[in-house]
């Protein structure tokens, strides 16, 4: 089964082509962060109008790239939420539409699941059960996964998400839209010791997040330093390697707890906060001492992208999942009440 991919919840154009036998044959992506930098974040508006403009030129790109022609696809998989509502219609609508002129199905995937799903197209995916740790710009979520569609919400953030905390600090400390991959870069340069941030809700039990005092107390230091008269590119780099170890390690202990409390081995990290290498090295070693694994996506597939809503697509209609011709979106929709296959 050849499926065609759509996704559109944000400020990427992502379109692939996945196919249940061959695996994935071509995925290409416009990115709009040039659109949105300069007003220091998403524009909603924007976002959607851009979509219309990508969308048809994506599909061409990816047809020729896989060598297909649209009687080839079997199927559409498109986005239908969480998201912005504007930017969510118009993947709904192109793919009903779609569907409609070539008379095949089209069905609706859930974002977060898209994520979640993104390293089974590695080389070597997960097995279930496993928890996962979905980390983006609009959740941060600790999930126990026993299939497709069965989720246990073990504990997700009260306020800020991860990707959100990045993305606020860094607007803060005078960075670019997005903050995630700047402060990133600028920790490389940071001097360890220099600062140190709290790890939020680690001293007590459970499974739950906050991260909206780490973006007050990155503001505070920052601030601090400037009254004394040093607004240096190396602060801005000190600061952020401290927040961003603060994120890394209060996630990781997380992660241990939860993979204690479920006593499970495998750990799935996915969302563009899982693209951090800083990220990726402590989950490694925190694994490793409890003797599992920690499986991700190639970085393009962490953030958002066409594969993984093409891949979770497929696996649902395979499995004979089936919606009508109407098109709706949902701005919110928890994961928990998807249909297991
Ligand atoms: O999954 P995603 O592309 O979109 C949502 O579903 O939200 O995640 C985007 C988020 C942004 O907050 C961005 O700053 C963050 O992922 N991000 C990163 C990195 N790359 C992207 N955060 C930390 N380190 C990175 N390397
Ligand atoms: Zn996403």
Not at 51 to 66: D, N, S, T, Y
Not at 81 to 108: D, E, K, M, N
Not at 293 to 318: E, H, S, W
Request: aromatic share 6%; with cysteine; proline share 5%.
């Amino acid at each position: 089964m050849l499926v065609l991919g759509l996704e559109t919840s944000c400020d990427e154009t992502g379109v692939a082509l996945y196919d249940s036998e061959r695996g994935l044959l071509a995925d290409a992506l416009f990115s709009q962060i040039d659109l949105h930098r300069v007003y220091g974040g998403v524009v909603p508006e924007l976002a959607s109008r851009d979509h219309v403009k990508r969308m048809l030129p994506l599909i061409r790109q990816v047809l020729a790239e896989a060598d297909c022609v649209a009687t080839d696809i079997d199927a559409i998989a498109y986005t239908a939420g969480p998201g912005l509502v504007g930017a969510l219609l118009v993947g709904a609508s192109c793919a009903q539409a779609l569907a409609f002129a070539w008379g095949i199905p089209a069905l609706g995937v859930h974002h977060m699941e898209g994520h979640l799903l993104a390293p089974m197209l590695e080389e070597q995916p997960p097995e279930f059960p496993f928890v996962a740790l979905l980390v983006s710009g609009g959740h941060t979520q600790l999930v126990r996964v026993d299939g497709i569609g069965r989720y246990e919400l073990l504990g997700e953030s009260l306020d800020d998400a991860a990707g959100e905390a990045f993305d606020k600090t860094a607007k803060l400390i005078g960075l670019p839209y997005p903050g995630g991959p700047e402060i990133a870069r600028l920790a490389a340069q940071g001097v360890p010791g220099r600062f140190v941030f709290p790890r939020p809700m680690t001293d007590r039990p459970g499974l739950q997040f906050s991260f909206s005092g780490l973006k007050t107390f990155a503001l505070n230091t920052w601030q601090q330093c400037r009254d004394a008269g040093d607004d240096s590119e190396q602060t801005r780099c000190d600061i952020s390697l401290a927040f961003q170890q603060a994120v890394v390690e209060t996630l990781t202990i997380k992660c241990r707890r939860a993979l204690q409390q479920t006593g499970l081995k495998r750990l799935v990290i996915a969302g563009g906060v899982s693209a951090n290498k800083a990220l990726r090295a402590s989950l490694e070693d925190m694994t490793a001492g409890l003797k599992g694994n920690v499986f991700y996506a190639r970085p393009k597939f962490c953030t958002d992208n066409g594969a993984m809503i093409a891949y979770a697509g497929c696996q649902r209609l395979a499995a004979g999942q089936q919606e009508s011709l109407a098109i709706s979106v949902q701005a919110r929709w928890p994961m928990e009440t998807l249909q297991a296959i």
